[in-house]
């Protein structure tokens, strides 16, 4: 290496994609892996900056926890982390993994560590029921993992199996209720004991929901035929609400008013998902002007019923980006 | 100027949805293997010459894309080495690639491998054969859209590089030929659609198993359930071809192999092609047992092949 290029950084700024969920296909596990994930990058950007420094800063909690792991992890000095812009938290667009790898893949740039984004993401303990995050993050796109080995839970990060650019005019209509989010944010701090010891999904469930992301959703991207990609998400998300509706009192989604929501996209778009445990949904539609019929009418939807957020969005058809500053 | 083709063979793993309710029917799953090859050589010529094996054949397809293009030249093509016919190998999409994609290169016509597949009347069934032409490796097509059963371009949805330390012990045993061509689609139509549940079966298998061990490296998952996969496709073909397999030599074969340490087994296509997935270090004493075993039956031959990573080679000499 050339004594210019030898240059120390001190600074490393990381832009990543939030990302949203459609869901999981093996909730079974009879064949040896479990979850199994569909979702996408969405360009909704979060961005840290880490600056070298002896200690661990952070104006923010969840920053300063997850550069103190891996600092102690990997026995490093410290840096101070500025969360720059954010993306909606506790609401299923993942945030704290997203966090976690950009706060990680700055570290290590810092540091010099040569790591893979999976052993980032394995040392702050993210990403390893669930890698949608971690693939968006490395890619962006429509993201299909298949799932962890049973043997190996938390022990390893699920691997890519499709990957695919979404259309540009493909607009994610994104709406976040927030009469449900103080439920949610209380329930999610269950969750990890919620997801160990979560009820087993019969065999014929799985099998089918496989079916639907193998011959409908994946060959409907391929094929640029939104009608009938929206028509398999919505079909996949809503079979996986009904196997969740025991954490939702009985109901598909999360609540009254998301329910009425997901009615309201349905009109405009076939596609309406929700993401995760809520309240977050989603619709695609094709076009700006759809777009924002659709983000008014779910707009004066909320303003009536608890307020929320909504906007729309294209897809992140590229992960995080890195920069030394 | 003279081109070179060299093609990778295919083995066929198994079809992912032969019911067709949520809109696509078939879809396939295949590898590229480096054994047998289509190899041809092809020039600008003042006549329309063939020489080698296959000539017959290859004059027609010739002559159908010189048609095809609108094309007043002549070529000459030697065809050096081909694929043989109807025992599962995929010989008929690479010969017509080859021919297509040969002739395209001379005559500088920019096309996709989809195109001239279309062209050449190569997607009755499966873009498998297309896509082990174009980028080799373990691929998954979409099957057709029952929207538009003519559909000329079907689409790839998985292209996965295989493991190179794995290969497969194929074994041809002396049988029957399978079905092709007007019988092969006979035999589809009168197939009986396949379960839901079978289907589904086989897509969570594909989704959960078999593509994960593939970018896992995890033979033993892989050969679990590349043969569970090709029980229900088989049993699905069962009243077409008498039984789960083609024949009873070929499903003594797929037997043999697993109990003799393939980690997974079966059949390509309408067979009798079956094959073995092993480790290379064990690839060549499974290869001869399996030799001896199709000896003291209906003989037959046995080779070792590897996946192909990248396709057909193609090389222009000026």
């Known amino acids: 290496m050339s004594v210019n290029r030898m240059q120390k950084i001190n600074k490393v700024s990381v832009t990543a994609p939030a990302h949203l969920h459609t869901g999981n296909f093996d909730m079974t596990g009879d064949l040896g892996r479990l979850y199994g994930t569909v979702g996408f990058a969405v360009d909704r950007l979060l961005e840290v900056e880490v600056t070298k420094r002896v200690d661990v800063k952070s104006e923010d909690e969840a920053a300063y926890l997850f550069a103190s792991r891996f600092v102690d992890a990997f026995d490093l000095a410290g840096a101070e982390v500025k969360v720059k812009k954010t993306i909606p938290k506790f609401v299923g667009m993942g945030y704290h993994t997203t966090l976690a790898l950009s706060i990680g893949t700055a570290l290590a740039k810092l540091y010099n560590l040569n790591l893979t984004t999976e052993q980032i993401a394995l040392t702050m303990q993210r990403g390893a029921i669930t890698s949608l995050g971690v693939h968006a993050f490395k890619v962006g796109g429509f993201i299909v993992e298949g799932g962890f080995r049973v043997d190996q839970r938390e022990k390893m990060i699920p691997p890519l199996i499709f990957h695919e650019s979404v259309p540009s005019n493909w607009l994610f209509v994104i709406a976040i209720a927030k009469e449900p989010q103080e439920k949610i944010v209380k329930m999610r701090e269950n969750e990890d004991k919620i997801l160990r010891n979560l009820k087993l999904m019969p065999k014929e469930t799985s099998d089918m929901l496989s079916r639907i992301v193998l011959v409908k959703i994946i060959p409907s991207i391929v094929e640029n035929d939104l009608k009938s990609f929206g028509e398999g998400l919505t079909a996949f998300n809503s079979e996986l609400g009904k196997f969740w509706n025991e954490y939702q009192c009985g109901r598909t989604y999360c609540h009254p008013v998301v329910e009425e929501a997901i009615k309201i996209m349905l009109k405009r778009s076939t596609c309406a998902c929700q993401t995760s445990w809520g309240p977050t949904i989603y619709g695609i539609v094709d076009g700006k002007t759809e777009a924002e019929v659709l983000t008014k009418e779910l707009k004066d939807y909320l303003a009536k019923n608890g307020g929320g957020e909504v906007f729309y969005t294209k897809a992140a058809n590229a992960g995080a980006s890195i920069k030394e500053m | ?318």
């Open chain 2, 1 to 318: 100027m003279k081109v070179y083709i060299k093609t990778p063979a295919r083995l066929h793993l198994g079809l992912i949805d032969l019911n067709g309710d949520l809109g696509r029917i078939f879809g396939g799953i295949g590898v590229a293997i480096n054994h047998p090859n289509v190899i041809l050589e092809a020039e600008k010529a003042k006549e329309l010459a063939v020489s080698g094996e296959k000539s017959e054949l290859t004059q027609k397809l010739a002559t159908h894309f010189l048609e095809a293009y609108g094309l007043k030249e002549k070529i000459a093509i030697d065809v050096k080495e081909t694929i043989p016919e109807h025992i599962g190998l995929g010989s008929g999409t690479q010969l017509a690639l080859a021919v297509a994609t040969s002739i395209s290169r001379l005559f500088e016509i920019k096309a996709s491998t989809h195109e001239f597949a279309a062209v050449m009347g190569r997607v009755a069934q499966s873009g498998v054969g297309t896509a082990v032409f174009e980028q080799g490796g373990l691929v998954v097509d979409a099957g057709k859209n029952t929207k538009d059963l003519a559909q000329k371009i079907i689409p790839l949805i998985c292209h996965l590089p295989f493991p190179d330390e794995w290969r497969f012990v194929v074994a041809i045993p002396k049988t029957k030929k399978g079905l092709s061509n007007e019988a092969e689609a006979l035999a589809f139509k009168d197939l009986p659609p396949m379960a839901p549940e079978e289907v589904s079966k086989i897509c969570r298998l594909t989704m959960m198993k078999l593509l994960p061990s593939v970018v896992e490296k995890d033979i033993k998952s892989f050969g679990e359930a590349l043969t569970q996969i090709q029980c229900i496709v088989g049993d699905s073909f069962a009243q077409a071809q008498g039984g789960r397999f083609s024949s009873s030599p070929a499903a003594k074969c797929i037997e043999f192999m697993l109990q003799n340490g393939a980690y997974g087994s079966g059949q390509s296509s309408w067979g009798p092609t079956v094959y073995g997935i092993v480790k290379s270090g064990e690839a060549k004493k499974i290869k001869m047992k399996t030799q001896a075993f199709l000896n003291k039956s209906v003989g037959g031959e046995v080779f070792v092949a590897k996946a192909n990573n990248r396709g057909a080679i193609i090389k222009v000499n000026k």
